[in-house]
């Protein structure tokens, strides 16, 4: 779809950037289209465009100020009119985290070491005015691969017994993320920029927009157990060392929670990504399920995820899960 929005012409020229060149960026797994602008006199910006019913960029626009107020390096909003899905913000550039590290695998642990300060950084602020992660939510979230799937491989499940074992092994974090951390939810190499095309330069943050109050733990999985890029072993061990040496967060309760949210994210991602396929028509996505579903058996492998290990050992047929959850033909 290479038409450009209706009304994108009067907002650009509201905005001081009638004239600009506009050149479509490849999209996401959402509604939303992006586009980059640049004008004659060298200037450049991002254009998000997330229309309504479908999308509503008045979070992005919320959390992008309060991270920008904050010291965070979130992009800073040049214009914005939210009820027609339009945002212009500040450009990044190209240097993507994942992308870079294609062409500069030497500066691996480098890079990984900044994101993991920038998150130090973002857990040492007071949290945000979000919502709470709370237990319906992580509910919500991982009955998706249940949801879609299970259905989608053509199991039986109870999902009665799937909910309860959640809560059982969700209780006790629940209580320990109080008073709770701003967690962007969808923090990994794809959506941290690389400002300046450095590995220790600040980090540019980006799709933040269903920011929540929660576990410092849930962002630390997003990006060390990332569905796009694998992360070897030795450095996620590394990573979390590297974390608790710079916030104290070195306990075993802390790793129980890592593990914990590790299996809620990564059921979560197994669902989203069948639900693309099945009802977006949207199948890349698929190929993808056995990096996560291999992340998801070793955080059941952890003694605090039982109720839950035994409910997939239970629900689950062992040749599919041998296939690290891959999806029938």
């Known amino acids: 779809m290479n038409t450009l929005p209706d009304g994108l012409a009067a907002f650009l020229a509201e905005a001081g950037w009638e004239g600009a060149a506009i050149s479509p960026l490849p999209g996401d797994a959402s509604f939303r289209r992006y586009f980059r602008l640049s004008r004659s006199d060298g200037a450049r910006a991002m254009l998000m465009h997330a229309p309504p019913p479908h999308e509503d960029p008045a979070p992005f626009l919320a959390v992008a100020r309060w991270l920008s107020a904050h010291g965070m390096r979130a992009p800073a909003i040049l214009a914005a009119a939210p009820e027609a899905g339009f945002v212009l913000t500040e450009d990044f550039g190209n240097d993507r985290m994942r992308d870079w590290l294609e062409t500069h695998p030497e500066h691996e642990r480098a890079a990984y070491e900044a994101a993991v300060a920038a998150l130090a950084a973002l857990h040492r602020l007071p949290p945000g005015p979000f919502p709470p992660y709370d237990m319906a939510t992580y509910q919500r979230e991982a009955a998706l691969i249940v949801e879609w799937y299970c259905p989608a491989q053509g199991l039986e499940v109870d999902t009665a017994g799937f909910a309860a074992a959640w809560e059982e092994v969700l209780a006790p974090l629940i209580a320990r993320q109080q008073p709770g951390v701003t967690v962007l939810r969808d923090y990994h190499a794809e959506n941290i920029m690389l400002l300046g095309g450095q590995p220790g330069a600040p980090q540019g943050l980006i799709d933040f927009q269903d920011a929540l109050v929660g576990h410092p733990a849930y962002d630390l999985v997003s990006l060390l157990q990332d569905a796009r890029r694998d992360v070897p072993a030795p450095l996620e061990d590394a990573m979390l060392a590297h974390y608790a040496a710079l916030t104290g967060a070195d306990s075993a309760d802390f790793r129980a929670d890592y593990a914990r949210l590790g299996a809620q994210r990564n059921a979560k ?11 977006d ?22 003694p605090a995820l039982a109720p839950v290990a035994r409910w997939f050992d239970a629900n689950i047929p062992p040749a599919l899960r041998a296939a690290n959850g891959a999806m029938l033909p």
């Open 281 to 302: 028509g949207k199948p890349r996505y698929l190929a993808l399920i056995p990096r996560v579903w291999a992340a998801l058996e070793r955080d059941l492998a952890h």
């Open 269 to 279: 991602i197994v669902g989203i990504f069948t639900r693309l396929k099945v009802r």
